[in-house]
T-cell receptor
Framework: DTGVSQDPRHKITKRGQNVTFRCDPI?????LYWYRQTLGQGPEFLTY????????KSRLLSDRFSAERPKGSFSTLEIQRTEQGDSAMYLC?????????FGPGTRLTVL | AQTVTQSQPEMSVQEAETVTLSCTYD???????LFWYKQPPSRQMILVIR??????QNATENRFSVNFQKAAKSFSLKISDSQLGDAAMYFC??????????????FGKGITLSVRP
């Protein structure tokens, strides 16, 4: 299966620690998106890449968040000095046209 | 900014029956896409159906169809012959066509659909 994959699937960390998530998009998809989904809510847009260029960042993405997509392939999302409010599901999606294909997400729990 | 509203948090349907999930949205744009996504428990989100705003004809995908009312900014999903596998959270989503390239989605809060055997 060549769908979107995300690693890890679950992450538990202590407040103040740094965490990094990885997303591998569908091959040849030039667009990659990160969303955050909290319990009982729909996903909220965080940031968008077209190839290796990060073209848009949501105001939700504080200075503690950084995302990269080196060489326009996989992407990483890093959260520094995690806070309890960062606990959520982090979803990655990729697309080549109108449809976005989502990965299974990384569930982050900050204790 | 666009907003998507799903006012029903939960719905239930008997297996083999028909159910309609509601969605309204707010936008000042005339060209856009609307989507319904399904998110089964602990599984990834998948696209159910898509509607282009410039098309008057309502989209249909097998047992799934939409009622798109552009003037009323309403976009409901009808599931016919409901099956146990339809139980999931359903999200309505909006995509602007004005921002070149960035086709980010704006989601509603979702509705949890349960199917009674």
């Amino acid at each position: 299966d060549t769908g979107v994959s995300q690693d890890p699937r679950h992450k538990i960390t202590k407040r103040g620690q740094n965490v990094t998530f990885r997303c591998d998009p569908i091959s040849e998809h030039n667009r990659l998106y990160w969303y955050r989904q909290t319990l009982g809510q729909g996903p909220e847009f965080l940031t968008y890449f077209q190839n290796e260029a990060q073209l848009e960042k949501s105001r939700l993405l504080s200075d503690r968040f950084s995302a990269e997509r080196p060489k326009g392939s996989f992407s990483t999302l890093e959260i520094q000095r995690t806070e309890q409010g960062d606990s959520a599901m982090y979803l990655c999606a990729s697309s080549r046209s109108n449809e976005q294909f989502f990965g299974p997400g990384t569930r982050l729990t900050v204790l | 900014a666009q907003t998507v509203t799903q006012s029903q948090p939960e719905m239930s349907v008997q297996e083999a029956e028909t159910v309609t999930l509601s969605c309204t949205y707010d936008t000042s744009e005339s060209d856009y896409y609307l989507f319904w996504y399904k998110q089964p428990p602990s599984r990834q989100m998948i696209l159910v159906i898509r509607q282009e705003a410039y098309k008057q004809q309502n989209a249909t995908e097998n047992r799934f169809s939409v009622n798109f009312q552009k003037a009323a900014k309403s976009f409901s999903l009808k599931i016919s012959d409901s099956q146990l596998g339809d139980a999931a959270m359903y999200f309505c989503a909006y995509r602007s066509l004005l921002t070149e390239g960035n086709s980010k989605l704006t989601f509603g809060k979702g509705i949890t659909l349960s199917v009674r055997p």
